[in-house]
């Protein structure tokens, strides 16, 4: 990411800049200078967007829940019970969106009640922060592909923590 802006240095470029509404021509030196990403949230809108579109309004709130909760490290810390009563919703909708947004790639499950958010759809930091969440969101991944966390048993977990039945189709 870069940056123009008006300068007098010797490493500027001159330029002209013309007024649209007056057609007044200006000569001006013009330095572009790097940004780095340190402290620089970056969110991947065609993955949001995606993401939208398959949640309901409820749903919506969990989605923003995650975003608003997470620490620096795309990691949120929180029982579906939790979840539920600071959005007075049930636990059933939070169960089901966190299993959309885990089958969509949006959420891995490090652990019950310890969830990380898809690097590439939003993080803060710089690029290599970036590029370590994203290693450890596939190694998060990976692992559970490997324990086969089979929905059944996410289900279960969920009706035994809100004393609620789930019903997994």
Same mark, same amino acid.
């Given at each position: ?48 967007? %995606? ?29 579906? %019970? ?19 947004? %885990? ?67």
């Amino acid at each position: 990411m870069s940056i123009k802006y008006l300068d007098t240095a010797e490493n500027s470029q001159e330029t002209t800049w013309i007024n649209a509404e007056t057609g007044e021509r200006i000569k001006a030196r013009v330095v572009e200078k790097r940004l780095k990403r340190e402290d620089f949230e970056v969110t991947y809108v065609a993955m949001m967007t %995606r993401a939208l579109e398959i949640l309901g309004t409820k749903k919506i709130l969990v989605l923003k829940y995650l975003l608003t909760e997470r620490d620096y490290n795309n990691r949120v810390v929180a029982t579906l %019970r939790k979840i539920s009563n600071d959005l007075n919703v049930s636990i059933t909708v939070v169960y089901d969106t966190l299993c959309i947004l %885990r089958d969509e790639g949006i959420i891995s499950m490090e652990q019950r009640g310890v969830y990380m958010l898809n690097p590439r759809i939003v993080n803060k930091g710089s690029a290599e922060h970036e590029k370590a969440l994203l290693f450890k969101f596939k190694m998060i991944q990976s692992k559970s592909d490997n324990n086969s966390v089979t929905s059944s048993s996410v289900a279960a977990a969920a009706a035994s923590e809100s004393n609620e039945q789930v019903i997994f189709n």
